[in-house]
């Protein structure tokens, strides 16, 4: 593995390439992306693609990558003009792409504004707000795990958080009439530690959850794009965003075993099934050559 750090008017990014460039096997590089989660969550996933050339990356402000913009929010515009330019300094030409959660929404731009980057991209539950038929509602609940952690503080806000994603179904009246769920029940810390900066408890990533995707872009583009979903979040909040996504795509999610980190190894505590889901990613990458 070798790192690199690509040097851009509004930040400094840092990818790991793991394998040769050009490529052994003459196939575009796989690129794993994420947000908020860095390159060090595709760890496991990469070691089961020991064939491959795999290239992973901090997104800006995230990680080892610097941000020089003066900003704190994370906006899909902006990571996917990142990726982009990752991609180019590859110098491999169009690249195939798995990217999960707030990194799906990221390629989901990235395809949109530069359809020529991605030959296949697999996104796997990408958290899109505005594509449930329940969208105020999750805006509600949403604005709720802000409202936790900014009262509270980071175990209020990530089991509010948890709560709201374990959540089966559309957010009903019986879900904020919920009481407030117990930190210590999840295991985590119940006293305020002080910091209000967390990526994915403030409001610094609603610019990912409230994406609406270009359908009309994604439809048009030479991309083969797959919306992915854990077969165990089918009905919970990013399996429903990842079904209704498929559908305005015209096409129905592809099921991927495990859950929303179904690839996270055993080094993660919400690890999934890495082997299984590297082989099933494997498929669906061969299956379009």
């Known amino acids: 593995m070798t790192t690199r750090i690509l040097q851009t ?29 860095d390159a060090g969550g595709f760890r496991t996933l990469a070691s089961h693609f020991p064939d491959r050339t795999v290239v992973t990356y901090d997104p ?10 003066g900003r704190l929010d994370h906006a899909p515009e902006h990571q996917s003009a990142d990726v982009h330019a990752v991609i180019e300094a590859l110098g491999t030409g169009p690249v195939e792409m798995f990217a999960s959660s707030g990194g799906a929404v990221t390629a989901l731009a990235l395809v ?15 958290p ?5 038929p329940d969208a105020v ?23 509010a958080f948890i709560a709201m994603t374990s959540w089966r179904g559309e957010f009903t009246d019986a879900y904020f009439a919920q009481p407030a769920p117990d930190p210590a029940a999840f295991g985590m810390p119940t006293e305020d530690d002080g910091s209000r900066d967390d990526p994915l408890l403030s409001d610094r990533s609603w610019a990912v959850s ?36 498929a559908a305005l795509l015209g096409r129905q999610a ?21 082997e299984a889901f590297a082989r099933r990613l494997r498929e669906v990458l061969d299956d379009a050559r």
């Open 60 to 69: 800006r402000g995230l990680g080892r990558s610097t941000r020089k913009d």
């Open 210 to 245: 409230g994406y609406r995707p270009d359908i009309d872009a994604l439809n048009s583009a030479p991309t083969r794009v797959l919306i992915a979903v854990g077969e165990e979040t089918l009905d919970t909040f990013t399996g429903r965003t990842s079904e209704a996504a």
């Open 112 to 126: 949109a504004a530069y359809p020529d980057d991605v030959t296949t991209l697999v996104a796997h539950e990408p």
């Open 254 to 274: 592809t099921v991927f075993p495990s859950h929303h980190g179904g690839f996270l190894g055993g080094e993660s505590g919400y690890a999934g099934k890495p």
């Open 137 to 159: 509602a999750a805006e509600r609940a949403r604005a709720a795990v802000r409202q936790a952690y900014q009262d509270k503080g980071w175990g209020a806000g990530m089991a």
């Open 9 to 37: 008017p509004e930040a400094d990014l840092a990818y790991d390439v793991h394998g040769p460039l050009p490529t052994a096997d003459g196939r575009p590089p796989l690129v794993m992306i994420g947000q908020p989660m």
């Open 128 to 132: 899109l707000i505005p594509v449930l």
